[in-house]
């Protein structure tokens, strides 16, 4: 019986496929394309849209009387409502702070709110609370001088939207070298490589947009001090783990 014949020599391992690497090339160009996106929605509408209409609460007096037969909302209005129940619990994940308010008979509704103080934890049924709306929701409730904002209330934090947008931006640029190098060397882009590499790049770009941004929110700091930070600290970071990943290869 005469033996089969072989294409590869005896001893020698087969050649690769190229094609799986450039699926997943063409796979993360895709999703740097949205990363990209989201990183160009953050700065370009989500940051100024959150600032403008901050801005525009800042701004806002009292509303006259005839503003208020106008029906106009830009400006704030106040109103005695009156608490029906409350629901302010925590447990676990599960977290419930609301208020649910009447106006005579006409008007009946539910304000939430981030946490249970100052004003929420000492609300009771019956009690009688001031409310200021503006576009017509319920920003603040105030009783006896103790006031709290509710979570419609606009609040200074562009600095989390910065870092959203940083991240965007960082995960773009990761996957689109990552996937151009797959491209580019299918059976050789090491070391643009998920282990450890790329896990290295994803996981420093989580921890420096948060760990920057959170204390800028905390300490009040403008928002494009997150970026002018984050960045460089992102760069330093892959090019440190380059040099560890360099000194680890034999």
Known sequence: MRARATTTPPGTA???DPAPARRTGVLLLLLSLAAAAACWLAFAWWLP????RYQDYRAAGPCSSGALDRGDTDCLSTWQLTVEKTVDRTAGKESVH???LTYRDSWRGTVHFNGSGPLLERLRPGDRVTATAWHGE?????EDGVRQDT???PRDELQANAAVGVLAGLLAVQCLVFGAARLVRPLDHAPLTWEPYGRWL??????VCFGVGLPAAWAGLPWWT????????????AFWFRLRLRRRTP
């Open 226 to 237: 997150v970026p002018l930070a984050a960045v460089p600290l992102a760069a330093g970071a």
């Open 14 to 16: 087969a050649p690769r």
């Open 98 to 100: 609301d208020a649910t």
């Open 202 to 207: 994803l996981f420093s770009a989580f921890g």
């Open 151 to 153: 979570l419609e209330a």
């Open 138 to 142: 319920i920003m603040t409730l105030a």
């Open 49 to 52: 849209s959150d600032s403008g």
